[in-house]
Structure formats: C-alpha cells, structure tokens
C-alpha cells in the first residue's frame, strides 16, 4: 500500500476545495462506501447545465479524501455528460487498468496505483456518485437532465 502513500496523494487529501455548506442548493447527493465506512455528501448549483457552485463534506480514508479533492479542484464549468464520462474513465482505470484521464483530469492518474486494492475503488469513486445525484437533481429543477 505504501504506492497509494505519496506526497502527492497526500497533498491532494489535505487540501480539498469546497468543504463545507452550500446554502439554498439546487442538488443534493450522498454517497457511502460499504466497505471501508467512506462518506461523502455534496451541494451543488447549475447555470446552463453545468456545475456553477459547488461544496463537499468528506468523511472518507486518504484515496476517497483525494478523489474527492480532485475533483472539487476542477468540477466548476462541468457537466454531468462530462462527470458521467470521467467516472466511467476512472473506474476503467481502476478495473481494467485502462489509460487514467487526460487533460484537466490528468490528476486522477496518480489513483492509478488503487487498481491493485478492489477494496477501494468504491471509495475513489463515491464522490462521482454523489455527484451525479446531486447534479440529476439540480438538472430535474431545470427540467434538462441531460445537459
């Protein structure tokens, strides 16, 4: 385990953006992983079908923390076609050892190292989870869920 101890990782769990409230949210998601306790809950708004405010609380161990961070570094200006797509090239990265994501998501290459612990990739991934529902919700309001 000690590849998914770098200070990389690291940094990214301690420093994880948008922690705390978002008043008057339009979406709402929670998300658990059943085998290690992780925990997250997130609040979001949305202007013309993507992320226009966002927050998190995250209770999760040190891969979920920096999922979660990284994600909350770039999720602004996303939409959920974008988020659903990123989550599918994560869990491919994780499972399969497909390529990681590129671009503004080049970052979650260095969760690449989880693909040798099953036992947690649900923990890298229930911040996607959370996500999308809180974005559903958000686009439902709008009454365009499928920006």
């Known amino acids: 385990m000690k590849e998914l101890y770098t200070s990389e990782i690291m940094s990214f ?10 008043e008057g949210a339009e979406g709402h998601g929670k998300a658990r992983s059943r085998l290690c306790g992780s925990s997250l809950e997130v609040r979001l708004n949305m202007k013309a079908g993507v992320v226009s405010d966002f927050s998190q609380q995250v209770r999760a161990c040190l891969v979920g923390q920096a999922s979660a961070a990284i994600l909350g570094h770039r999720i602004i200006g996303s939409s959920r076609a974008e988020i659903a797509g990123l989550r599918e090239q994560v869990r491919l990265m994780l499972e399969e050892e497909a390529p990681p994501p590129e671009g503004k998501w080049q970052d979650f ?10 036992s947690r990739y649900s923990t890298v991934l229930i911040i996607f989870d959370a996500v999308l529902e809180a974005m559903d919700m958000a686009l439902a309001k709008e009454g365009n869920r499928d920006v």
């Open 13 to 22: 769990a301690a420093h994880i953006p948008h922690i705390g409230e978002l």
């Open 109 to 118: 290459a260095l969760l690449a190292p989880v693909h040798k612990y099953k």
